[in-house]
């Protein structure tokens, strides 16, 4: 899927990237079967890069690994705007910086939601990101 420039993330999505309302990851095994799960965080990196929390998820690690493209969805917690991304997986971080960013940001998620047993940081897995768009809303 080549691409002629990087896409820069908006200011308008960046609440979306906070971590408040968990985001929807979608891969695809080389086989052609689809995976849909929750993750807990899209963090932002740089203007076009993203980082999704590795936590317990095997099969959507699997199929990156088989096929790097995935497709996240995310929602801006301010006005519930939805943020659709298509991402190319790039590498994992287990440890450094963005590792120990988003591992406070995880532990910080879990105490409030009373899973801090169950919520641990295996990776930040980085994500070139290939396109973002707002999903089109209508109020019926």
């Keep these: 899927m080549p691409h002629a420039d990087p896409v820069t993330l908006p200011a308008e999505v960046m609440p979306a ?5 968990p985001a929807t990851i ?6 052609g079967e689809p995976n849909a799960t929750t993750v807990s965080q899209v963090h932002y990196v740089d203007r076009n890069h993203v980082a999704l929390s590795f ?6 690690i699997r199929n990156v690994r088989e096929n790097p493209y995935a497709a996240v969805q995310v ?3 301010v ?3 939805v943020w659709l ?3 190319r997986y790039d590498h994992s971080e287990t440890e450094g910086p963005l590792f120990d960013d988003m591992d ?3 532990e910080a998620i ?6 801090s047993d169950v919520f641990k940081l295996r990776g930040a897995d980085v994500y070139e990101v290939l396109a973002v768009r707002k999903a089109p809303w209508r109020r019926t």
């Design 17 to 21: 990237l906070q971590g408040a309302i």
């Design 26 to 31: 979608v891969t695809c095994a080389l086989d």
């Design 55 to 60: 936590q317990f998820f095997s099969k959507t």
């Design 75 to 77: 929602i801006n917690p």
């Design 79 to 81: 006005d519930f705007s």
């Design 85 to 87: 991304f298509d991402l």
């Design 104 to 106: 406070m940001k995880l």
């Design 110 to 115: 879990a105490s409030m939601t009373g899973m």
